[in-house]
Nanobody
Framework: QVQLVESGGGSVQAGDSLRLSCAAS????????MGWFRQAPGKEREFVAS????????YYADSVKGRFIISRDNAKNTVPLQMNSLKPEDTAVYSC???????????????WGQGTQVTVSS
């Protein structure tokens, strides 16, 4: 089992930055690729970003490319998501997930955190 806990959500203005973090515990952190997903009210969960086990490769949704940065600290078992130039359409519950591959669809991940709310007002 892997336990994931997100933190860092909040309410900000458009154009602001926010840094989310995902803390992992349980099984060996480096055995898992990590991903961030988000879900807005009335919408399906969508991919945001993912990172391979070593951290050498990252993937981003087109909607956040150039604005968001995913990284991982394998010594601290954390996965930060730096979000810059936030837009109202970024408003959602953000969840981190752990899986075998750094995929872009939810079913590729085995473990999920409870999520943290991000609200961006115009």
């Amino acid at each position: 089992q892997v336990q994931l806990v997100e933190s860092g959500g909040g309410s900000v203005q458009a154009g602001d930055s926010l840094r989310l973090s995902c803390a992992a515990s349980g099984r060996t952190f480096t055995n898992y690729a990590m991903g961030w997903f988000r879900q807005a009210p009335g919408k399906e969960r969508e991919f945001v970003a993912s990172i391979t086990r070593s951290g050498s490769t990252t993937y981003y949704a087109d909607s956040v490319k150039g604005r968001f940065i995913i990284s991982r600290d394998n010594a601290k078992n954390t996965v930060p998501l730096q979000m810059n130039s936030l837009k109202p359409e970024d408003t959602a519950v953000y969840s981190c997930a752990a899986g075998v591959v750094a995929g872009v669809i939810p079913r590729q991940y085995d473990y999920w955190g409870q999520g943290t709310q991000v609200t961006v007002s115009s």
